[in-house]
Nanobody
Framework: QVQLVESGGGFVQAGGSLTLSCATS????????WGWYRQAPGKQRDLVAA???????NYADSVKGRFTISRDNAKNTVYLQMNSLKPEDTAVYYC?????????WGKGTLVTVSS
């Protein structure tokens, strides 16, 4: 099993920044991909950013150039640095770990961006 605990969400004004953290534990040595997803009210959960065990990253078009995903292996933590936040970034952000076809999820952290 893999445990994921997000933190760092909150309320911020448009143009501001937040850094989300995802503390990981359990059987994490064989995780293929770490990611952040988000879900706004009434919408589906979408990928925001992901990083593979080899260090490759990919981002949703809507966040490219503003968000950065990273992983600190020594701290077993995945980060999402979010800059130039927009009201449309408001959502619950979920940490994800994928081991082949198995997905693990955290409980999410709410990010609210005011205009």
């Amino acid at each position: 099993q893999v445990q994921l605990v997000e933190s760092g969400g909150g309320f911020v004004q448009a143009g501001g920044s937040l850094t989300l953290s995802c503390a990981t534990s359990g059987s994490i040595s064989s995780i293929n991909t770490w990611g952040w997803y988000r879900q706004a009210p009434g919408k589906q959960r979408d990928l925001v950013a992901a990083v593979t065990s080899g260090g490759s990253t990919n981002y949703a078009d809507s966040v490219k150039g503003r968000f950065t995903i990273s992983r600190d292996n020594a701290k077993n933590t995945v980060y999402l640095q979010m800059n130039s936040l927009k009201p449309e970034d408001t959502a619950v952000y979920y940490c994800n770990a994928r081991k082949f076809v198995v997905n693990y999820w955290g409980k999410g952290t709410l990010v609210t961006v005011s205009s």
